[in-house]
């Protein structure tokens, strides 16, 4: 949810999740049902990053794992556009304390400013960094 907010913009949409593998989480299309941004979430393999950059103009992966891990796995590996692709890690605290605070329904205030997100549900607020990572490019790559 919080990649779909802080990507929202005209003709952001879910997935149909599970049932398309072969979909971004969340996209942005325009008016012709193509893709102009790819979002992902989670800690998708460098083969998928590669298909993403190829089938989209722009990259975002929210990661809530480790993103220096993330960016390990995939050093070596042909991700096309690699330098371009975006990679977006939360503070853990931050998503500890949304973890513990989650219900299926529920009403949230979100504000980000710069790379510091404040998230106010209720009475509670929590706050925490969304950084982003670069990937560097392959050895030989232009």
């Not at 949810?1 to 929202?8: P, Q, R």
């Not at 979909?23 to 393999?45: F, N």
């Not at 070596?76 to 219900?103: C, N, Q, T, W």
Request: charged content about 25%; overall charge neutral; some cysteine.
């Amino acid at each position: 949810m919080l990649a779909y907010c802080l990507e929202h913009t005209e003709g952001i949409g879910f997935s149909n999740g599970i049932a398309e593998p072969e979909e971004p989480a969340i996209a942005v299309r325009d008016l012709t049902g193509r893709v102009r941004v790819w979002i992902d979430i989670g800690s998708p393999d460098a083969a998928r990053v590669h298909k993403a950059s190829k089938a989209a103009p722009r990259v975002a992966i929210y990661t809530h794992k480790d993103p220096k891990k993330l960016l390990e796995e995939w050093t070596g590996k042909r991700i096309h556009r690699g330098p371009d692709v975006e990679l977006y890690g939360f503070d853990r605290s931050m998503v500890e304390g949304l973890v513990a605070r989650l219900e299926r329904r529920m009403v949230f205030a979100l504000l980000l400013t710069g790379e510091h997100l404040y998230i106010n549900i209720g009475e509670v607020g929590i706050e925490g960094a969304v950084q982003r990572y670069a990937l560097a490019p392959r050895a030989g790559d232009p």
